[in-house]
């Protein structure tokens, strides 16, 4: 891969950080990207171990997880304010990554980690794909 091509998939993995409450697509990546659709999910497999959509999900999570433990937001708006489209998959997805369902992670008291610092607990508390 050169070095163009990494530039311009940090640049849309930096847009995907940004906007993952968007709604955000292969092709309209890839065009960001300046790559066709299938160029660029194997490009950014290749360079980021996962494929857009899982690390777009796995960004949307992350947030999602942050507001359950901070917001009074109900689940489904949660699950719309992150940018996921139907209550099903994001719960689905929300158990996969992190273990419970979005309502037993609200429900769970999460004041052990307030004496960790932010970054510390960011990286303990970011979901991971098994």
Do not use: Q, W
Request: hydrophobic residues 40%.
């Amino acid at each position: 891969m050169n070095r163009d091509d990494l530039v311009r998939l940090r640049r849309v993995r930096d847009m995907m950080d940004r906007d993952y409450a968007s709604p955000l697509d292969v092709p309209a990546l890839a065009k960001a990207a300046l790559m066709s659709p299938g160029h660029f999910s194997r490009s950014f497999r290749a360079a980021y171990g996962e494929t857009p959509y899982s690390y777009l999900m796995t960004r949307r999570i992350e947030r999602a997880k942050a507001l359950l433990r901070n917001s009074d937001m109900s689940v489904t708006d949660v699950c719309f304010a992150v940018g996921c489209t139907s209550l099903g998959s994001f719960s689905s997805r929300f158990t996969e990554l992190v273990g419970e369902s979005p309502s037993a992670y609200r429900a769970r008291s999460h004041d052990e980690a307030a004496a960790i610092p932010a970054c510390i607990a960011k990286i303990h508390t970011r979901p991971v794909r098994n």
